[in-house]
């Protein structure tokens, strides 16, 4: 590839340092019909347009412009706004491939010259239903043939968690994350239009939960985007049939009628209230839509749990007490004695049923035009959906052998057996099928007279329906396995050596069914019957995986199990993607100066802080003297906020990062801005210096190098395997981030690009002065290649003895290369460990974080995607120790809870003692010379005189040799993890949320 020319840098450079100018005004930009989501500009080098949109709205506008020199005038233009990389995104490519996923957008304009682009381009990354606006003509996005809707708390009224969506297969690639990370329980989810749909309960275990609290909210299905929120009647059971979801309408059901609201804003567009006399009281029990009729279980009045804020700060949360009302001895939601058919157009009820004993809601199913009614030792009745005259009724007195099968209802519920709120009666036009926590067998019932079909003995299935047969989830708790039966008879078809873990959903698509793994999920390919880890993300505990609108749904949950992605997980499918797609230099390396030794001289020395946490092991310790009485000799405040990365520091300059995409050189002397450098993607760790120049990884998949004392670029190189952005958390990212920063040893810089293991992993390592590749690895993300699941680039990395370490996500970590040829070392098997009753998983640490202790590498800390202001309380996170030595002392942070200091003779006992106690709670026998409770630490520096230490509010030195609190200084924002460093001149740099960066160091007098 020919180098690129950067013929206009000078003045480029120029306008970073001095330019304030804001972009000047322009007309109304053009109605794009949305206000919430992705909207892309095209044809606009000045970003007019892309700057009022983002101003007028809440869009996140992405502009990608054909000429990298008027792209990076652009950013400037969009920087001066305040706007850069936060809510405008720019970026140089051709307009006629764009680097957005499929279905991304909400909203496309071409204007000018961009306005020929080809229309196939710009339908492929809109949306369905979303508009192009091509100059003058107008295009709207299909909705591809084959998408299915999860209309349905279990899909459809049958009760049948198995989707018809034929375009949601694997193999998968990611879609997007979103939040909310965390929400409370009980959870009900649905899908339609494009959209998704969620209900959040009454029940918070840890603060982080409770902003969602009683919530029905809707998301954009396609990018995560939160299109509205509004609050439900508290502590309102919502785990059963009460949120129904259509193109254009919501139907949910509460204690007082049954609200219609528009699916696109959630605005109340009318109530449904049948007289309570007609109805049987106001409360809405369970509700189904099929044929344009909607039908109701309506009565009297619940008792209500109280809204729960447990505010726990420990591992998981408890079954008993769970909540008054789950844990009561008789389970008391849901059952009412009147079932209506209302026409929701005019709110005419159509006809009446009533019982004399209440039907059991959690029974109560439909499809092709007859309801199925039941309550333990009474009766089970078929009605004619259209005129609700019965058409057949089995009781004790006339079906005996029936009900003796059933059994007695039983009472339990825990996380083996599952929600006491779950459905336990499904249908198919031919069969009944009970199975779930009150029921004692598999029973198959035939649907035409109510007839026992068939009967196991087994009494802990979870059953999806599928057209070749019927699938029965084992229990983790016991010896059965899972089991494929006949539908009508119950032979049984096939025998999985596999048990489902714990209390989550079991749900089915076209061709898998999922459920929760050891850790992660299980998707069972219904092919070969062979289950796949998918580890980064878990079933949730009441919906599983929703699948419908072409994608699959993993959904927020309260856990801190061993996840490395939280929140709204959507895949898509991948179809013939090349997951391991090798890097061809000329393709991806781009190299803007024509010499490799023609940069500005930089003064770099021993006593530099140049990398993460120090130096390429991370240790945190610095040669030079910290002041005795600081003081803060300058603050730099951000135009616009954003999450800066640590800081390093290398000759008089202070370097960082951040969320904006902007890199940045202050001196270290005045906090001035000396110079800027863009990428195009979130930038999680700071830049690596190593002889005059500074390297980056940004989230757009790039790896970029600048001149360290100029910010000149002098060459990037494209470590994604494809240009593909997504959202990610409210930001654009590529699939394939470089999230692992940049380590550069003995010349050589060390990245690896991916979020998550399914969907690749790329390691790579490149001559550090050339970006030349030395060598690849595009294979270790599938380890194992059926299930693609393996290393996960999810934190930093380490040399040692020869060994590349990264911290690779949950089901391979560390990862380890040999640094020679960047052969994964790792055990393939360590992620096929199966628990009691085949529940597969795997139990690597998932923390972001490596520590070395001699010369092992452990993995802990908080997981790279894990929310950045909630802890994550897990023994694998939490409890890690940090080593480092200075002068005389060794100094040990211990289970983030102790920081301890030792004789530095010592160290070799300290460390074996570490080892092996890693990951426990207790803390190791140690004997230290001083120690002090410090469970607030957020980053530390060690130096020859003193411990460092910043907390949420202040900055605080201990003396090395007893501990004592030498002196202290108040912060004014809480500091970002290990966003501490010291220059060679003794100077504490601390950066801080919100993007500020403060500077303390001695007062010449």
């Given at each position: ?203 918070a275990f840890k603060e982080r939960e409770e902003p969602w609290l009683d919530t029905l909210a809707a998301f954009n299905g396609y990018n995560g985007t939160l299109l509205w929120r509004r609050e439900i009647p508290p502590a309102l059971m919502v785990h059963r049939s009460t949120l129904i979801a259509t193109p254009t309408v919501v ?568 640094i020679a040829d960047g052969r994964c070392l790792n055990n393939p098997a360590v992620m096929h460990q199966v628990s009691k009753n085949n529940v597969p998983g795997s139990v690597s640490p998932r923390g972001s974080e490596l520590y070395r202790l001699g010369n092992e590498v452990r993995v802990g800390g908080k997981p790279l995607y ?108 809480p500091p970002v993890p290990w966003g501490l460093a010291i220059n060679r001149d003794g100077r504490i740099i601390i950066t801080l949320e919100g993007g500020q960066v403060a500077c303390f160091g001695t007062l010449k007098r």
């Amino acid at each position: 590839m020919k180098p690129l020319t950067w013929s206009l840098l000078p003045v480029a450079f120029a306008f970073c340092l001095h330019s304030s100018t804001a972009a000047p005004p322009v007309e109304k930009p053009p109605d794009v019909g949305v206000t919430r989501g992705i909207c892309v500009v095209l044809g606009d080098p000045k970003c007019d347009l892309a700057i009022k949109l983002a101003k007028q709205t809440e869009l996140l506008v992405y502009v990608q412009l054909p000429d990298a020199g008027v792209a990076e005038r652009a950013r400037w233009r969009v920087d001066a706004a305040g706007l850069c990389g936060t809510r405008v995104l720019v970026e140089s490519g051709p307009i006629a491939k764009l680097h957005l996923a499929d279905n991304i957008a909400d909203a496309l304009v071409a204007v000018g010259d961009a306005a020929a682009m080809p229309e196939t381009e710009a339908l492929r990354v809109l949306r369905p239903q979303a508009v192009a606006r091509l100059g003058g003509k107008k295009l709207v996005k299909p909705v591809p043939a084959g998408v299915d809707d999860w209309s349905h708390y279990y899909h459809s009224p049958d009760n049948n968690p198995l989707s018809r969506d034929t375009v949601a297969r694997a193999p998968y690639l990611t879609q997007f994350l979103a939040e909310p990370r965390y929400a409370p329980l009980p959870q009900v989810a649905v899908a339609s239009g494009g959209r998704v749909f969620k209900a959040f309960g009454h029940i918070a275990f840890k603060e982080r939960e409770e902003p969602w609290l009683d919530t029905l909210a809707a998301f954009n299905g396609y990018n995560g985007t939160l299109l509205w929120r509004r609050e439900i009647p508290p502590a309102l059971m919502v785990h059963r049939s009460t949120l129904i979801a259509t193109p254009t309408v919501v139907y949910f059901g509460d204690d007082k009628s049954c609200k219609i609201l528009d699916a696109a804003t959630g605005k109340l567009r009318g109530e449904i209230a049948p007289p309570a006399k007609t109805a049987g009281g106001t409360f809405w029990k369970w509700m189904a839509l099929e044929g344009g009729v909607l039908y109701a279980l309506i009565g009297e009045q619940e008792e209500r749990d109280p809204v729960i804020r447990a505010k726990r700060e420990t591992h998981g949360w408890p079954w008993n007490p769970l909540s008054p009302g789950y844990n009561k001895p008789e389970h008391s939601w849901g059952f009412g004695q009147t079932l209506l058919a209302i026409d929701p157009k005019t709110k005419k009820v159509l006809w009446r049923h009533r019982e004399t004993e209440p039907m059991d809601s959690r029974a109560l199913c439909m499809k092709s035009g007859r309801i199925f009614a039941f309550r333990f030792g009474s009766y089970l009745t078929c009605l004619d959906a259209k005129t609700g005259k019965e058409q057949w009724r089995k009781t004790k007195d006339n079906a005996t052998a029936l009900f003796n099968a059933l059994g007695e209802y039983l009472p339990r519920q825990d996380w083996r057996t599952n929600w006491r709120t779950t459905a336990y009666l499904r249908c198919s036009d031919k069969a009944l099928y009970f199975a779930g926590p009150p029921v004692s067998r598999l029973l198959a019932v035939s649907a035409e007279d109510g007839s026992m079909l068939w009967e196991h003995p087994y009494n802990n299935y979870q059953l999806v329906i599928c057209d070749d047969g019927l699938y029965g989830l084992s229990g983790q708790i016991d010896q059965d396995p899972t089991r494929k039966f006949d539908l009508l008879t119950g032979k049984i078809l096939a025998e999985i050596p596999l048990g489902r873990r714990a209390c989550s959903r079991v749900t089915g698509s076209a061709d898998a069914i999922f459920c929760r793994a050891g850790e992660g999920s299980t998707r069972l390919d219904r092919a070969s019957n062979h289950p796949q880890l998918i580890s980064p993300m878990r079933a949730q505990c009441h919906d599983g995986v929703t699948i419908g609108n072409g994608l699959l749904y993993w959904w927020p949950s309260t856990c801190d199990c061993n996840l490395t992605l939280y929140g709204i997980t959507c895949l898509g499918p991948a179809g013939n993607f090349d997951f391991n797609r090798k890097a061809v230099e000329s393709e991806r390396l781009e190299r803007f100066s024509a010499s490799d030794d023609k940069f500005a001289a930089f003064d770099e020395s021993p006593d530099d802080w140049p990398a993460f946490r120090a130096n390429n092991s991370a240790t945190v310790t610095t040669s030079a003297t910290i002041p005795t009485a600081p003081h803060c000799k300058w603050q730099d405040d951000p135009a616009a906020p954003f999450t800066p990365t640590a800081p390093t520091t290398a000759g008089d300059l202070v370097f960082y990062g951040g969320s904006d995409g902007i890199v940045r050189a202050l001196s270290a002397t005045t906090g001035k801005l000396r110079w800027k450098g863009y990428t195009c993607g979130d930038v999680r760790y700071p830049p690596t210096i190593w002889q005059g120049r500074a390297f980056v990884g940004s989230g757009d998949g790039y790896v970029y190098c600048f001149d360290a004392a100029m910010g000149r670029p002098l060459w990037r190189f494209r470590a994604a395997p494809v240009e593909r952005r997504i959202p990610v958390y409210g930001s654009l990212q590529s699939t394939w981030p470089v999230a692992s920063g940049v380590l550069v040893v003995d010349g050589v810089a060390y990245v690896a690009a991916g979020i998550v293991n399914y969907d690749g992993t790329h390691v790579y390592a490149l001559d550090a002065a050339t970006g030349r590749i030395k060598w690849q690895n595009n294979t270790s993300g599938h380890l194992d290649a059926e299930a693609r699941t393996g290393v996960s680039a999810q934190g930093h990395m380490m040399v040692v003895a020869g060994k590349l370490y990264l911290a690779g996500g949950n089901a391979v970590s560390p990862a380890i290369y040999d640094i020679a040829d960047g052969r994964c070392l790792n055990n393939p098997a360590v992620m096929h460990q199966v628990s009691k009753n085949n529940v597969p998983g795997s139990v690597s640490p998932r923390g972001s974080e490596l520590y070395r202790l001699g010369n092992e590498v452990r993995v802990g800390g908080k997981p790279l995607y894990a929310h950045p202001k909630y802890a994550v309380y897990d023994n694998t996170v939490v409890n890690k120790t940090l080593l480092a030595a200075a002068g005389d002392r060794a100094i040990a942070w211990v289970n983030s809870s102790a920081l301890m200091g030792f004789a530095r003779n010592d160290l070799p006992t300290i460390t074996e003692k570490i080892l092996s106690s890693w990951g426990n709670p207790r803390l190791p026998a140690l004997a230290p010379l001083w120690a002090n409770k410090c469970k607030d630490i957020i980053a530390l520096a060690v130096a020859p005189n003193a411990v460092v230490i910043a907390k949420p509010s202040e900055l605080v030195a201990h003396d090395l040799q007893d501990g004592k609190v030498l002196w202290t200084q108040p912060l004014q924002a809480p500091p970002v993890p290990w966003g501490l460093a010291i220059n060679r001149d003794g100077r504490i740099i601390i950066t801080l949320e919100g993007g500020q960066v403060a500077c303390f160091g001695t007062l010449k007098r």
